[in-house]
């Protein structure tokens, strides 16, 4: 068993009687991780919202139904919440009566979830994202040395759990992931008209990470409105599928200020999308620097989320004349700026322009040998 890093972070909020609630994607072991926590036998009731009885039984529930269907539990998880409507006010009467039982929630769409489980919930939860595996989980499990050899297939097939354990299995896995789960999971909860046109723009998206990315381009490529275009986006980030970097600027002058680029959680997600699991010596030196700088970020948001750094915001930085930054953080009032090179060449010099704007910035470039400082 692979120990996630959240788990010693979830067990502390479980025992502060504070309902729990674990976001992330398909098949990245949310239910493994409540599971565990909570344990089995007669103490533990386990819901799972995919079934239809599960959804219509709490439509309309009471306490006095909760009672009887609670008994004597000390645990309540209740696994995909998102599926079952009106979510939120059977969780609000558990938390308020049942005092004793810890309550743990899974969703894999935060738009469902928060529209049903906030405003119930108001100082009553905490809520937490599991990410597929990371590096460092990885790291622990094995060793450094092992991880960092495995560093080219990860790029390549990703970090799903199932991935990662069946490696002989992983092309099947991703096809399994991307149909049964990404797909049909984001179809079916959010009423997608034109599911094709998700796809296309998915496989866009996939083409250009590590780019700028424009919705009136997309829509021309795609063939649908930019409207639609931006709420598909959303859709995709609230399904933990990609994330988006927005750009740093003040008023200094010619720095872009309203852009965004596009990366992927996993990468093996990403790959399977566009169909190409080729390894990274058969790519071009162009295609194999995005994929480092996607997994490199990837796992940097992992990183700082699982750590618990709640103010880190995460930004790139670009000027007019194409000077770029690749990833800029920002903490409690501290710059730090990082440059992602996959094949050390040539000095990297961090542009004048931001130095100049931002003298009191870290710079650092990241090469792969410099990916334990980074990650670690």
Not at 9 to 32: A, E, F, M, W, Y
Not at 160 to 183: C, M, N, Q, R
Not at 208 to 225: C, K, P, R, T
Not at 333 to 344: I, L, S, T, Y
Request: overall charge neutral.
């Amino acid at each position: 068993m692979i120990h996630r890093i959240l788990e010693d972070r979830i067990r502390n909020t479980v025992q502060k009687k504070k309902v729990v609630t674990i976001l992330g994607p398909r098949q990245v072991g949310k239910s493994t991780l409540a599971s565990g926590l909570a344990g089995s036998g007669t103490e533990l009731l386990e819901l799972n919202g995919d079934e239809s009885d599960v959804q219509s039984m709490f439509e309309a529930v009471n306490e006095t139904q909760l009672r009887y269907l609670i008994g004597d539990r000390k645990w309540l998880l209740v696994d995909e919440a998102q599926k079952i409507r009106n979510v939120g006010n059977m969780l609000k009467i558990v938390a308020d009566k049942f005092k004793d039982v810890s309550v743990i929630i899974t969703g894999s769409s935060s738009f469902k979830l928060a529209d049903t489980v906030n405003e119930s919930l108001t100082g009553r939860k905490r809520e937490f994202r599991l990410y597929p595996l990371s590096f460092k989980e990885m790291v622990n499990h094995s060793s450094l040395l092992e991880e960092t050899r495995m560093l080219e297939h990860r790029m390549v097939y990703g970090y799903y759990p199932e991935v990662v354990t069946d490696p002989g299995g992983a092309k099947e896995t991703l096809k399994e992931l991307i149909g049964s789960y990404l797909y049909k999971d984001v179809f079916d909860e959010n009423e997608i008209g034109k599911p094709d046109k998700l796809e296309k723009l998915v496989q866009a998206l996939a083409f250009h990470i590590g780019s700028m990315v424009s919705a009136n381009e997309l829509a021309v490529l795609v063939g649908i409105d930019a409207k639609t275009v931006e709420r598909y986006i959303e859709i995709l980030e609230k399904s933990y599928i990609i994330f988006l970097l927005p750009s740093y600027a003040t008023n200094q002058r010619n720095e872009l200020k309203f852009s965004r680029k596009v990366y992927f959680y996993d990468m093996g997600i990403r790959n399977g999308v566009i169909g190409n699991m080729a390894p990274l010596s058969m790519r071009s030196p162009e295609e194999a620097g995005r994929m480092w700088e996607n997994f490199i970020i990837s796992e940097r948001i992992k990183r700082n989320d699982y750590e618990g750094r709640t103010f880190v915001k995460h930004y790139f930085w670009r000027t007019q004349q194409k000077k770029e930054v690749d990833l800029i953080e920002v903490e409690d009032g501290v710059m730090d700026a990082f440059e992602f090179k996959w094949r050390p060449g040539r000095t990297v010099r961090i542009p004048a322009q931001f130095t100049h704007s931002y003298p009191a910035a870290r710079y650092s470039c990241i090469t792969p040998s410099e990916l334990p400082d980074f990650l670690l």
